[in-house]
């Protein structure tokens, strides 16, 4: 069994919709993050969370926004969906005990918005 | 800020070996990754070094030099399925330790 979920794995949806990304994991970590993957922009920080207390912005966190339900938790939303959200999105966790603090990422969400 | 940089595509031979570069400009650095992604899928941790030097593993060898802000990963023994991108990250030295990725390095391996 994967040890960090995504789903859906696919979604196509349409300007204007909301729309929620979740991710879950089985490691134990207590640091989640939310990455998306474009075509020639490698992948870029959206939102991370330290615990579940802990909630923080990465560097394009505009119109995302973030929920850490649980240590095994972490969920993105699209409040009003736009065309550039069109991407590879990524969630992953790390081990902050971990002398690397090595991310482990979930086998990503391909998401479209047309 | 922080700024990497890497080629954007190279190719190989089946058998052969390859190194792909990677420079990076920091304000701290506390480590650098390098990650293996096949395309659609997520990144899968190869190799990470914090002290200047090489790190081998198996097939797969990273080196850095703090001093000229560079790394290498080194490819040896060339298979068919290390077609890939390769993605170097930098760790940030702040309280958070964010990675900033480069935009990766896509190897074709050819027969």
């Known amino acids: 069994d994967a040890d960090v979920t995504q789903t859906p794995r696919n979604r196509i949806t349409k300007t204007g919709k909301r729309i929620m990304l979740e991710c879950s994991q089985t490691k134990g970590h207590d640091r989640m993050y939310w990455y998306r993957q474009d075509p020639g922009l490698g992948l870029r920080l959206i939102y991370y969370?330290?615990?579940?207390?802990?909630?923080n912005k990465g560097e394009i966190s505009d119109g995302y926004s973030v929920s850490r339900q649980a240590q095994a938790k972490f969920s993105l939303s699209l409040e009003s969906a736009i065309p550039n959200q069109t991407a590879l999105y990524f969630c992953?966790?790390?081990?902050?005990?971990?002398?690397?603090?090595?991310?482990?990422f979930g086998p990503g969400t391909r998401l479209t918005v047309l | 800020g922080q700024n990497i940089d890497q080629p954007t595509e190279m190719t190989a031979t089946e058998g052969a070996i390859v190194q792909i570069n990677c420079t990076y400009q920091?304000?701290?650095?506390?480590?650098l990754f390098w990650y293996q992604q096949h395309a659609g899928e997520a990144p899968t941790f190869l190799s990470y070094n914090v002290l200047d030097g090489l790190e081998e593993k198996g097939r797969f060898s990273s080196f850095l030099s703090r001093s000229k802000g560079y790394s290498y990963l080194l490819l040896k023994e060339l298979q068919m399925k290390d077609s890939a991108s390769y993605l170097c990250a930098v760790r940030a030295l702040t309280g958070f330790q964010k990675l900033v990725f480069g935009t990766g390095t896509r190897l074709l391996v050819s027969p």
């Open positions: 969370s330290f615990d579940v207390k802990d909630i």
């Open positions: 992953a966790t790390s081990d902050d005990r971990d002398s690397y603090n090595e991310q482990f």
């Open positions: 920091t304000s701290g650095f506390n480590g």
